[in-house]
């Protein structure tokens, strides 16, 4: 069976989530979320869902899906050391150093790739499988075939597949546009939406890079047969409704049951089910053509208008206070609260006039408001303390990590195995710890009484409580010896695009960077490997996502460095790099300060010493989909120039992937 997992902004969120129908879900704590506008979860609202979830039989997974900063890393060492304690059931990770801190430190956390690390292909998923990731969450923007095929070259590893919510124009990871623009950064959990604002063409004012909300709906049965393991609700900044009714959309269909759906009342742009059908040239389009907000459900139009009465025709019952919506000339949304004055008319506030046939959207629906729930007395998850119990003639012995205590008892021989029993009592408690007997060690099938072993438990948990709680020390990884000096990265970019796989000779070493996207693999490195045979004279390549890697990895011969999108913005990531390449980069010296929020770059200066990276990587067509422009006279090579507030930008579409950069200024 398929795991719906849904998004949980708060405890309050979490709980709707799973009474709607979720399996799991995520969220993040106060600090390294990429959503810090969501409420997020205290440690008390993590213990209290971490033991709803263990009662319920349902799972959570946390995110710490954001680049860390180097001066960061103690304080997510002690957050995992925190987690650690009450357990998870994965850890979703964009930052490679946090990867490292978890296989180092904390084996017991289950490591899941965020869809921040852009994998989107074989080798990505190879790769982190070799790094310890039981999941990896693949990009959104794959088809079904992309994702089908993937499932079949990698069956040892679980998969997960984004099926519903916002859609953004940049690959997630890649996307520089708020950092660019605002100085916030989309991988620090700080995406102020530049996807989402209007921006100009030839004098005509679009919002092109607006993508329409995906909404897979059934769709989700295509990958529970081909053995997708979880699929992923986006949402962590919207409301109980939207958790709650967009579970039970989707459970309705997992469960082949059929009741009212109001998951599109709750929050719904245009949408589309994203790229699960992509065909390249012609395909549907993906930017929202009318309004780029929340439009809910078209139920009906405008059939006459008398002053502010309207007559209707309609689909559906409209209730009072429901939640209408007209969209008006120049896209603009005229939104009112329901007066029906008859079964099929509503009044309307103001002076405007509605031409016979307005399209009618109902946003919100009056009857399926949620109420508050309280969730100040809800229990705790205690923290659990692995301990082995052994059982000998009038003695019993029981140890933890740092405790171990024998008591004098009496014991007799058992007519039946008694484990079960012994394990239940002991995993019992009033304090704020509570016993896991991994091991029961009773050679001789003794029994003890019930009174006696809860007497031991409560004497044992109270000394565990005067412990004082240990703490795992982290050691920051030493700097590496410095080594060679890499060129300004704005020496080494090809002509459209900041990476150029012909490559580009300065002072005798020929530099090849590798795109950070690409949709057909093989091609790529077989055609790298060409071109590394026709260089003479020293190599250096430059790694862009966890796929290079593999292929550094099972190419030693060849030297290579960290380029901007492998993200070196601590020395935990940039350890974990060197661990698995080992000699094969030991040309480069990577991040020497470590004190930027989302790049480095080896240059004395800031970060990439002011070279910008694009704003946008899509595989959104900006000629077809947001110009609607048609793909039969397509040279597919395009250059368009956009602008917003006197600011200016080359849009460069090759083969449908567009990339969108600020335009050089003239000075």
Not at 62 to 69: D, G, S, V
Not at 550 to 566: C, I, Q, R
Request: include cysteine; glycine fraction near 6%.
């Amino acid at each position: 069976m398929i795991e719906l997992s849904m998004p949980a902004g708060s405890l309050e969120n979490a709980i709707y989530a799973f009474q709607g129908g979720a399996d799991s879900v995520y969220f993040g704590l106060k600090e390294f979320s990429a959503r810090k506008g969501a409420e997020n979860f205290s440690m008390d609202d993590f213990r209290k869902i971490r033991k709803f979830a263990k009662d319920h039989g349902k799972k959570i997974y946390i995110t710490i899906n954001t680049l860390i900063r180097d001066d960061e890393l103690e304080r997510v060492h002690s957050t995992l050391e925190e987690i650690e304690r009450y357990g998870a059931d994965g850890i979703i990770v964009q930052d490679l150093g946090v990867i490292r801190m978890l296989k180092k430190s904390f084996p017991t956390l289950p490591i899941h790739a965020s869809t921040q690390l852009a994998v989107h292909t074989d080798y990505g998923v190879k790769m982190l499988k070799d790094l310890g990731a039981e999941r990896v969450v693949l990009s959104r923007e794959l088809s079904l075939k992309e994702i089908e095929k993937i499932r079949r070259d990698n069956t040892d590893i679980e998969l997960k597949v984004f099926i519903h919510g916002a859609m953004c124009y940049g690959f997630s990871g890649l996307c520089m546009a708020s950092l660019e623009k605002t100085g916030r950064s989309a991988n620090r959990g700080e995406c102020a939406q530049i996807c989402r604002t209007w921006f100009s063409h030839e004098g005509e004012k679009l919002f092109p890079f607006s993508m329409k909300d995906m909404d897979a709906g059934e769709e989700i049965l295509t990958l529970e047969r081909m053995g997708i393991d979880s699929v992923k609700v986006e949402g962590r900044m919207k409301g109980n409704e939207y958790v709650y009714y967009t579970a039970r959309y989707y459970r309705n269909i997992l469960d082949r049951t059929v009741e009212k759906d109001c998951h599109e009342y709750t929050f719904l742009r245009e949408h589309s089910d994203g790229f699960f059908h992509y065909s390249g040239p012609s395909h549907k389009c993906l930017i929202t053509e009318n309004y780029t907000g929340h439009e809910g459900k078209r139920i009906g139009r405008v059939k006459s208008q008398e002053g502010r009465k309207l007559t209707l025709e309609l689909e559906e019952k409209i209730n009072a206070h429901d939640g209408l919506m007209i969209i008006l000339a120049g896209n603009e949304a005229y939104k009112f609260s329901a007066r029906p004055v008859s079964e099929n008319a509503v009044l309307i506030s103001d002076n405007i006039r509605l031409p016979y046939g307005t399209p009618l959207f109902k946003i919100s629906d009056s009857s399926i408001t949620l109420k508050k729930i309280n969730t100040d007395a809800m229990k705790k998850e205690k923290e659990s303390v692995k301990a082995e119990i052994a059982i000998e003639e009038r003695k019993l012995r029981i140890k933890t990590a740092n405790l171990s205590m024998a008591y004098d008892i009496a014991t007799e021989k058992a007519e039946r195995n008694t484990d079960d029993s012994i394990r239940r009592i002991f995993s019992q408690s009033n304090t704020e710890k509570v016993l896991n007997v991994s091991e029961i060690i009773n050679p001789y099938s003794l029994h003890i009484r019930e009174k006696d072993a809860k007497a031991i438990r409560r004497d044992f948990l109270q000394r565990q409580e005067e412990i004082p709680q240990s703490e795992k020390k982290y050691e920051l990884e030493r700097k590496k010896e410095r080594g060679m000096l890499l060129p300004e990265r704005k020496k080494l970019e090809g002509k459209n695009a900041p990476w150029n796989e012909e490559g580009v000779t300065i002072d005798g070493i020929t530099y090849i960077t590798l795109s950070p996207v690409t949709y057909e693999e093989k091609n790529k490195y077989e055609k790298l490997l060409r071109r590394l045979e026709e260089i003479e004279g020293k190599v250096m390549i430059g790694l862009n996502n966890i796929a290079d890697v593999y292929f550094a990895k099972n190419h030693p011969e060849y030297s290579y460095f960290m380029d901007a999108y492998l993200y070196a913005s601590n020395r935990e990531s940039v350890a974990l790099i060197s661990d698995i390449l080992k000699e094969s980069l030991k040309g480069a010296y990577i991040a020497p300060d470590f004190d930027c929020e989302a790049v480095s770059w080896p240059v004395k200066g800031s970060p990439l010493n002011g070279y910008k990276l694009p704003m946008f990587i899509s595989r959104s067509c900006f000629r077809h989909d947001s110009l609607g422009l048609s793909c039969e006279d397509c040279s597919r090579h395009n250059t368009f120039k956009i602008e917003q507030n006197g600011r200016r930008y080359l849009v460069t579409v090759d083969n449908c992937q567009s990339l969108v950069k600020e335009e050089p200024s003239e000075n």
